[in-house]
């Protein structure tokens, strides 16, 4: 399998930066699809940002132009560089990975098969 940890969050002001990584271990030459995604309290999980082994990359809107997903292969470690915060991205933020896309939406939560243990985003006003 593949085991994946996430760091760097922490608690900012709007219109803060924060930049969290996902190390990942393992049989990570198998997975296809690597993406962030978002839980706030008393809601659904939210797919936040997608990137391939290709490197296309998916936003949900909510993050367009102020997020950004990048992956260093060589270190197997996955980054969500975040700009402009706002309260409303407050939430625990996990890493998951997929060997492959069933349905073809890098965006849907039940795509992905391994999964980190989060890392708390709070962005104060």
């Known amino acids: 399998g593949v085991q994946m940890v996430e760091s760097g969050g922490g608690s900012v002001e709007t219109g803060g930066t924060l930049r969290l990584a996902c190390r990942a271990s393992?049989?990570?030459?198998?997975?296809?699809?690597w993406a962030w995604f978002r839980q706030a309290p008393g809601k659904v999980r939210e797919g936040v940002a997608a990137?391939?082994?290709?490197?296309?990359?998916d936003y949900t809107t909510s993050v367009t132009g102020r997020f950004t997903i990048s992956r260093d292969n060589a270190e197997n470690t996955l980054f969500l560089q975040m700009n402009s915060l706002k309260p409303e991205d407050t939430a625990m933020y996990y890493c998951?990975?997929?060997?492959?896309?069933?349905?073809?939406?890098?965006?849907?939560?039940?795509?992905?098969?391994?999964w980190g243990h989060g890392t708390q985003v709070t962005v104060s006003s």
């Open positions: 990137i391939s082994k290709r490197g296309e990359t």
């Open positions: 393992g049989y990570t030459s198998t997975i296809t699809y």
């Open positions: 998951a990975s997929a060997l492959f896309l069933r349905r073809g939406f890098p965006l849907e939560s039940d795509e992905y098969d391994y």
